[in-house]
């Protein structure tokens, strides 16, 4: 039985003000939900500051990004050591924003996480598709390359210690959710695909849903097999709605 995973990516939102008391009331109102891991991604220069707050909760937490190079000169770049010293415990992959705002490509991706799993951290690897790739059936064939392009060079076994996290691109910051059928149909298929190469592998990792999530269609989406929690944009940013959406999972 999989575990439900729900992570807040803050995007780039917070101050150490109202990072304090987001996660004061988050804390606060988290403490009957032990059924569910909670982790938080803020923004890299506060990393220090929640590390702090939340060390000693059952709340963990993770970067948005990172750097493919192991260190050096990388101008503006964080390195996963650094994140390991501030006992990140997630690292998010190749969030859509990161592929088309900052050319990430597949290949670059599937460096990054191997970068994570090297260091022992668990890369939480975004996949997704856009509108017209949608619309021009190509999901699926989508989502699969971005898969296969991590497989190719970690293999199976890199999805030993990870997570997935489907995020089609249109529902992000959009509020059109996928439905609970579409999204479920697509996670499916990606578990399909690696219990191709590994049942075992397949039936553990964590699969998230993500693009508008809120309290009001957490439960729906939550509540279908394949759909282990979620990843969480805006809503993330609002303790109650946030813990309510917490609350939802299995
Ligand atoms: P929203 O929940 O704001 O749609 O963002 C989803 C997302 O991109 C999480 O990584």
Redo the contacts with the bound molecule.
Sequence with gaps: MRQSLV?A?W?MNGSLASNQALLDAIKQGCQDVSHVQISICPPAVYLAQVSQLLTGSAISWGAQNVSHEAGGAFTGEIAVSMLAELQCRYV?IG???RRSLYAESDQVVAEKFARVRNAGLIPIL?VGETLSERESNQTEAVVLRQLDAVLASEGIAGFHQAVI?Y?PVW?????KTASREQAQAVHAVIRQHLAKQDAAVAEKIQILY?????ANNATELFAMPDIDGG??????LQAQEFLAICKAAR
């Design positions: 992570v990516n995007k998010i969030h859509s924003e975004c996290a995020e529902a992000i910051g959009t509020g993500g693009g508008s999530v809120k990843l969480i944009g805006g809503a993330s």
